[in-house]
């Protein structure tokens, strides 16, 4: 993981990336003192604690989904704090009444969360992933394949939603295995191979790629669903056998082909000399 200091405003607003589950978390307590305009850090942390309990009395999920992360204080030392991706995020800004509402929105949007804007809308989602891929010089096909790699991934997560497993590090676990099975290298190593960092692995793959990548998840889920797999232990099975699946056809159309399935190759712009 790691961590930046993003400026809203003149507030200071700290954050991590975690690369495994590629999610951006933020500082609730920077974004409560946005919110209620408090110079003062150690007042938008009473404000945080009086709402916190409020919001946990009301059965709210934006506790539960909050994370405890280290994060750099003032001092320079790290500590324990609360941090929340943008959809939860969303939910906290909405359970406070402040004019800086719609303007952090907006900024949470514009520093790479538009994500937040089109919960409520999807399409509007699809229309500028859509959009944006062409710009950077993908073909219709790619755009296809990955389109329905998507959908065929959503598929996936509403059925671990509804089956136990919390979105966030569950999700990252159970992914990784099933890309370990039909790739036989984790996604962390793939991403390395390609020379990625804080970019979407999927963004970066080839045709084939996404086509091993959406028959693994496929046979997860048709797997899962056939044993009513519940909870990380008997999904973590059921992963494990989705992906060997399609671990096995791509062993196949190499021995036929004598071409790699999984490369390096990635749609990253050169690099300047």
């Given at each position: ?11 200071k607003i700290r954050r991590i990336y975690d690369e495994d589950t ?252």
């Amino acid at each position: 993981m790691k961590q930046e200091l993003a400026i809203f405003e003149g507030f200071k607003i700290r954050r991590i990336y975690d690369e495994d589950t590629e999610t951006w978390y933020f500082s609730v307590v920077d974004i409560i003192r946005v919110l209620t305009q408090q110079p003062d850090h150690k007042a938008a942390q009473n404000y945080w604690k009086v709402l916190k309990n409020r919001l946990a009395k009301e059965g709210s999920q934006v506790v539960t989904n909050c994370n405890q992360l280290k994060m750099e204080a003032s001092d320079g030392k790290k500590y324990k704090t609360d941090a929340a991706d943008p959809e939860t995020l969303l939910r906290l800004i909405q359970s406070v009444p402040s004019p800086k509402a719609e303007p952090i929105k907006l900024w949470l949007a514009k520093v790479g969360y538009e994500r937040m804007q089109e919960i409520a809308d999807p399409e509007r989602s699809l229309n500028r992933a859509r959009e944006n891929w062409r710009k950077h010089g993908r073909s219709e096909k790619w755009i296809e394949q990955r389109m329905m790699g998507q959908e065929t991934r959503n598929k996936l997560t509403d059925y671990w939603k509804e089956h136990e497993i919390k979105e966030g590090e569950e999700f990252a676990i159970l992914t990784n295995i099933i890309h370990t099975e039909w790739a036989e290298v984790t996604v962390k190593e793939h991403k390395k191979l390609k020379g990625l960092k804080n970019q979407n692995l999927r963004d970066h793959m080839s045709e084939a790629e996404l086509i091993f990548t959406a028959l693994a998840e496929l046979s997860t889920r048709q797997i899962a669903e056939t044993m009513n797999a519940t909870g990380m232990d008997e999904n973590k099975d059921a992963s494990k056998k989705g992906g060997r699946i399609a671990m096995q056809a791509r062993r196949e159309l190499e021995s036929k082909t004598g071409k790699s399935v999984v490369t390096g190759q990635n749609f990253l712009p050169p690099i300047k000399k």
